[in-house]
């Protein structure tokens, strides 16, 4: 248990939804083993309260850093006093340090994401890849960011609405002068028919409450790698079709560890090892499921 005093100084996550994110889990665990008076809080907020939020926090003098998660990464944008540069770019924050009382907004996904892609799916160049991307919102930044870094060159984005990939397409020609091309989400379950993509990946909410995406994998040709950002904690749909199609498939978790990681450095100055936290995220998933 923590020992929660005045002294103790204030780290979170604010998102919504937020009860499924396991950020506090092992940010609690990084700081018990660290041996800081620091605690590590989960804040549920809505977009309407998110002004009155964030000025509030300027008032908290012993905040110092939040993750931020869906559905406010490109909005908090607007609260901070200072980018890095990924953070600028990208458009999009997930990481927030407080230092006399400014904010500063980072990126730590573009570590989570390449922590994954290179690590769990053992994916160290993507020159030759077709990428398939699902999403087109903040977290899809991080990701084109990424594997473009990597080498890619073809990126077919499935996205609901062309508004919103047309944003995302003006920005990728902008900041990284490479064009996107568009695959109609409501015709999602012909895409291996008409595409063999060597990467897939998820960066929409989709999964996070157990849902199914409605992919036709039995015309997978290649052996296919699928990253998906999200979590959840039972075996998910995609993992589950990974088994019975044998593709190659990463969840979220590691992602969410390696930008964790990241944050935990940024604001306390002390580095962890990914496995190391990712097994004792695992140990502690198990122990949930027998219950």
Do not use: C
Request: hydrophobic fraction near 40%.
């Amino acid at each position: 248990m923590i020992n929660i005093k005045g002294s103790t100084s204030i780290l979170g996550v604010i998102g919504n939804p937020i009860e499924h994110s396991l950020s506090p889990v092992f940010q609690n665990y990084l700081i018990k083993i660290s041996k800081l008076d620091y605690v590590y809080l989960p804040f549920k907020i809505n977009l309407e309260g998110l002004s009155e939020f964030m000025k509030g926090l300027k008032k908290i003098e012993n905040l110092k850093g939040l993750n931020v998660t869906i559905p406010f990464k490109e909005i908090i944008i607007d609260y901070m006093d200072n980018l890095s540069e990924e953070a600028k770019k990208i458009g999009a924050v997930n990481t927030i340090s407080v230092e006399n009382g400014k904010f500063y907004g980072y990126n730590t996904d573009v570590y989570g994401i390449i922590y994954t892609l290179k690590m769990k799916l053992k994916i160290n160049d993507l020159k030759e890849s077709l990428v398939v991307l699902f999403g087109a919102g903040g977290a899809s930044k991080a990701a084109i960011w990424s594997i473009h870094g990597m080498g890619a060159k073809k990126i077919l984005v499935v996205n609901r609405t062309v508004d919103r990939f047309k944003k995302l397409n003006e920005w990728a020609k902008e900041t990284l002068n490479m064009e996107l091309e568009l695959f109609e989400w409501n015709k999602i379950g012909h895409l291996f028919k008409t595409v063999q993509p060597d990467l897939v990946i998820n960066s929409t909410p989709i999964g996070l409450k157990g849902e199914e995406i409605n992919l036709d994998f039995k015309n997978i040709k290649k052996k296919l790698k699928f990253f998906d950002m999200t979590y959840n904690l039972g075996e998910s749909f995609l993992n589950k079709v990974s088994k019975r199609y044998s593709f190659f498939y990463s969840d979220g978790i590691p992602m969410l560890v390696a930008q964790g990681t990241e944050s935990f450095r940024i604001w306390t100055g002390v580095d962890f090892s990914n496995e190391k936290v990712l097994t004792y995220l695992k140990s502690r998933l198990k122990r949930w499921q027998r219950f």
